[in-house]
């Protein structure tokens, strides 16, 4: 016979959200610190090609 989950306390549920939303800010400041390397020509694990105007 199936038996109900025994329920999780808040306490232990806003932890677990408050972890989970934490890396998902990290992750975009990680991107945004990439994107503005990128842009200002600073980075050093991409290359872009810088296409000269005549």
């Keep these: 016979m199936a038996v109900p989950k025994k329920r ?3 306490s232990k ?3 677990r959200r408050n972890i ?3 890396r ?3 992750e ?3 991107a ?10 600073r980075s050093k694990s ?3 090609l ?3 105007k005549q």
């Design 20 to 22: 989970w939303k934490k």
């Design 24 to 26: 998902g800010y990290w």
């Design 28 to 30: 975009a400041k990680r």
């Design 32 to 41: 945004f610190s990439l994107a503005k390397s990128i842009s200002s020509g």
């Design 13 to 15: 549920k806003r932890i």
């Design 8 to 10: 999780t306390s808040i």
């Design 46 to 48: 991409f290359f872009v």
């Design 50 to 52: 810088q296409k000269n």
